[in-house]
Protein backbone atom coordinates (compact mmCIF):
# COMPACT_ATOMS: atom_id res chain seq x y z
CA UNK A 1 0.00 0.00 0.00
CA UNK A 2 1.19 3.38 -1.09
CA UNK A 3 2.34 6.03 1.49
CA UNK A 4 1.83 9.68 1.30
CA UNK A 5 3.75 11.70 3.86
CA UNK A 6 3.01 15.36 3.31
CA UNK A 7 5.23 18.26 5.46
CA UNK A 8 5.88 21.67 5.56
CA UNK A 9 2.63 23.51 6.48
CA UNK A 10 2.56 25.52 9.49
CA UNK A 11 1.66 29.37 9.89
CA UNK A 12 2.42 32.73 7.60
CA UNK A 13 1.10 36.08 7.07
CA UNK A 14 -0.15 38.10 3.91
CA UNK A 15 1.35 38.03 1.22
CA UNK A 16 3.70 35.24 2.59
CA UNK A 17 5.11 31.94 1.32
CA UNK A 18 5.51 28.18 2.01
CA UNK A 19 6.43 25.17 0.34
CA UNK A 20 4.53 21.60 0.61
CA UNK A 21 6.71 18.71 -0.26
CA UNK A 22 4.86 14.99 -0.19
CA UNK A 23 6.98 11.77 -0.26
CA UNK A 24 5.73 8.74 -1.82
CA UNK A 25 6.66 5.48 -0.17
CA UNK A 26 7.11 3.52 -3.46
CA UNK A 27 7.59 4.75 -7.32
CA UNK A 28 4.52 5.35 -9.03
CA UNK A 29 3.61 4.57 -12.46
CA UNK A 30 5.17 6.74 -15.68
CA UNK A 31 1.34 8.26 -15.98
CA UNK A 32 0.42 8.64 -12.45
CA UNK A 33 -0.98 12.25 -11.53
CA UNK A 34 0.22 13.74 -8.12
CA UNK A 35 -1.38 16.73 -6.51
CA UNK A 36 -2.66 18.64 -3.87
CA UNK A 37 -6.14 19.11 -2.55
CA UNK A 38 -7.31 21.62 0.19
CA UNK A 39 -10.24 21.37 2.72
CA UNK A 40 -11.02 24.69 4.41
CA UNK A 41 -13.52 24.64 7.70
CA UNK A 42 -17.36 24.36 5.98
CA UNK A 43 -15.73 23.52 2.74
CA UNK A 44 -16.05 20.64 0.34
CA UNK A 45 -11.84 19.55 -0.40
CA UNK A 46 -11.10 20.89 -3.74
CA UNK A 47 -8.29 20.33 -6.65
CA UNK A 48 -5.47 23.17 -6.16
CA UNK A 49 -2.81 21.61 -8.45
CA UNK A 50 -1.80 18.27 -10.00
CA UNK A 51 1.29 17.41 -11.99
CA UNK A 52 1.58 14.52 -14.85
CA UNK A 53 5.07 15.87 -15.96
CA UNK A 54 6.55 19.69 -16.20
CA UNK A 55 4.48 20.03 -19.45
CA UNK A 56 1.35 18.84 -18.18
CA UNK A 57 -0.14 20.71 -15.29
CA UNK A 58 -3.41 22.08 -13.98
CA UNK A 59 -4.37 24.97 -11.26
CA UNK A 60 -7.47 26.21 -9.76
CA UNK A 61 -8.18 29.58 -10.72
CA UNK A 62 -7.67 31.11 -7.43
CA UNK A 63 -3.81 29.97 -7.48
CA UNK A 64 -2.56 30.39 -10.94
CA UNK A 65 0.58 32.74 -11.09
CA UNK A 66 0.96 32.21 -7.33
CA UNK A 67 1.39 28.24 -6.67
CA UNK A 68 4.06 26.11 -8.46
CA UNK A 69 3.74 22.14 -8.58
CA UNK A 70 6.42 20.80 -9.03
CA UNK A 71 7.72 16.78 -9.29
CA UNK A 72 10.68 14.64 -8.73
CA UNK A 73 10.59 11.22 -9.90
CA UNK A 74 13.44 9.81 -9.29
CA UNK A 75 13.02 10.83 -5.34
CA UNK A 76 9.22 9.96 -5.81
CA UNK A 77 7.92 13.79 -4.35
CA UNK A 78 5.91 16.53 -5.23
CA UNK A 79 6.21 20.10 -4.09
CA UNK A 80 3.60 22.82 -3.75
CA UNK A 81 5.54 26.40 -3.58
CA UNK A 82 2.84 29.14 -2.44
CA UNK A 83 3.68 32.10 -3.17
CA UNK A 84 1.61 35.95 -1.95
CA UNK A 85 -0.10 33.83 0.24
CA UNK A 86 -4.25 35.18 0.92
CA UNK A 87 -6.63 34.53 4.37
CA UNK A 88 -8.43 32.38 1.66
CA UNK A 89 -5.84 29.86 1.05
CA UNK A 90 -6.11 28.26 4.64
CA UNK A 91 -7.06 25.18 5.12
CA UNK A 92 -5.74 21.60 5.39
CA UNK A 93 -3.89 20.21 2.24
CA UNK A 94 -3.80 16.91 1.12
CA UNK A 95 -1.40 14.81 -0.83
CA UNK A 96 -2.80 13.13 -4.00
CA UNK A 97 -1.63 10.23 -6.29
CA UNK A 98 -3.66 8.53 -9.23
CA UNK A 99 -2.17 5.54 -10.50
CA UNK A 100 -4.35 3.64 -12.82
CA UNK A 101 -7.12 2.62 -10.96
CA UNK A 102 -5.60 3.48 -7.60
CA UNK A 103 -5.65 6.60 -5.59
CA UNK A 104 -3.89 7.18 -2.66
CA UNK A 105 -4.42 9.98 0.09
CA UNK A 106 -1.88 11.90 2.64
CA UNK A 107 -2.92 12.68 6.04
CA UNK A 108 -3.24 16.66 5.86
CA UNK A 109 -0.97 19.00 6.81
CA UNK A 110 -2.40 22.68 8.25
CA UNK A 111 -1.93 26.29 6.39
CA UNK A 112 -2.98 28.90 8.04
CA UNK A 113 -2.54 32.48 6.72
CA UNK A 114 -3.00 35.21 9.29
CA UNK A 115 -1.57 38.18 10.65
Known amino acids: QLQLVESGGGLVQPGGSLNLSCAAS????????MGWYRQAPGKQRELVARILNRSLTDYTESVKGRFIISRDRAKNTVHLQMNSLEPEDTAVYYC?????????WGQGTQVTVSS
Open 26 to 33: EKTGTLSV
Open 96 to 104: NVRDGAREF
